[in-house]
T-cell receptor, first 114, second 113 residues
Framework: DAGVIQSPRHEVTEMGQEVTLRCKPI?????LFWYRQTMMRGLELLIY????????DSGMPEDRFSAKMPNASFSTLKIQPSEPRDSAVYFC????????????FGQGTRLTVV | GESVGLHLPTLSVQEGDNSIINCAYSNSASDYFIWYKQESGKGPQFIIDIRSNMDKRQGQRVTVLLNKTVKHLSLQIAATQPGDSAVYFC????????????FGTGTRLQVFP
C-alpha cells in the first residue's frame, strides 16, 4: 500500500485566494483526520471523519475552513479566503477501527500564504 | 520536557548512548498514550503505545514508562543511532473519546557520532 497520499506537497498562494488540500487515505481505513502543525501550536486536530461522516469539527479555526469526504477514498480541506496566519503544514491521517490511536500520517502539505 | 513557543527542547546524545525523552501530559483522565517520531519533511510515525493500566512497555530498542501519579511519560531509546534523529511527540487520549489525540509540543533528538 502506498500509504496516505496528500497533494500538493507544497503550496504557495496569495492572501485571499482559495486553497484546496487533498488526501487519499489508506484503502479500507474508516477514519480520516486532518491536522495542522505549526511551531507555535504544534499538532492540532482540525476535523475527523468516520465512514465519510464528519464527527468532530471543533478544531476547525473558523468558517474560512471547510472539509469534505465525498467517498471513502478522498477528502479535501479548503481554506477560503486564505490568510498568512494559515501558513502551516497540514497533515491527513487515516486509521482502521481504532480511531486516532492507530492512525497513519501522510507526508503533509506545506502551505505558505503570502 | 515540554515547552511552548518557537523553540523545541533539544536532546543531544552520542551515537550508541541511551536517550530518554520526557513528556508531561495534561489530563489525568487520559487512558492511552502514544509516542510518535517525526523526521524532517515527513508525517508523524507511530513508535510505541501504552495504556494507563500499565507502567512500562517495551518494544524493539524502545521502552515507554508511565507515571500516572505525576502525569509523566518517558521514552527510552537504547543504543541511539543516527537514524533516530527526529522530533518525538507524546500524545494522550481521553477516556471515552477514542477518536481524539492531544499531542505534546515535541522534543528534538540529535544524535552525533
Amino acid at each position: 500500500d502506498a500509504g496516505v497520499i496528500q497533494s500538493p506537497r507544497h503550496e504557495v498562494t496569495e492572501m485571499g485566494q482559495e486553497v484546496t488540500l487533498r488526501c487519499k487515505p489508506i484503502s479500507g481505513h474508516d477514519y480520516l483526520f486532518w491536522y495542522r502543525q505549526t511551531m507555535m501550536r504544534g499538532l492540532e486536530l482540525l476535523i475527523y471523519f468516520n465512514n465519510n461522516v464528519p464527527i468532530d469539527d471543533s478544531g476547525m479555526p473558523e468558517d474560512r475552513f471547510s472539509a469534505k469526504m465525498p467517498n471513502a477514498s478522498f477528502s479535501t480541506l479548503k481554506i477560503q479566503p486564505s490568510e498568512p496566519r494559515d501558513s502551516a503544514v497540514y497533515f491527513c491521517a487515516s486509521s482502521l477501527g481504532r480511531g486516532a490511536a492507530g492512525a497513519f500520517f501522510g507526508q503533509g502539505t506545506r502551505l505558505t500564504v503570502v | 520536557g515540554e515547552s511552548v513557543g518557537l523553540h523545541l527542547p533539544t536532546l543531544s546524545v552520542q551515537e550508541g548512548d541511551n536517550s530518554i525523552i520526557n513528556c508531561a501530559y495534561s489530563n489525568s483522565a487520559s487512558d492511552y498514550f502514544i509516542w510518535y517520531k517525526q523526521e524532517s519533511g515527513k508525517g508523524p510515525q507511530f513508535i510505541i503505545d501504552i495504556r494507563s493500566n500499565m507502567d512500562k512497555r517495551q518494544g524493539q530498542r524502545v521502552t515507554v514508562l508511565l507515571n500516572k501519579t505525576v502525569k509523566h511519560l518517558s521514552l527510552q531509546i537504547a543504543a541511539t543511532q543516527p537514524g533516530d534523529s527526529a522530533v518525538y511527540f507524546c500524545a494522550e487520549r481521553e477516556v471515552g473519546n477514542t477518536d481524539k489525540l492531544i499531542f505534546g509540543t515535541g522534543t528534538r533528538l540529535q544524535v552525533f557520532p
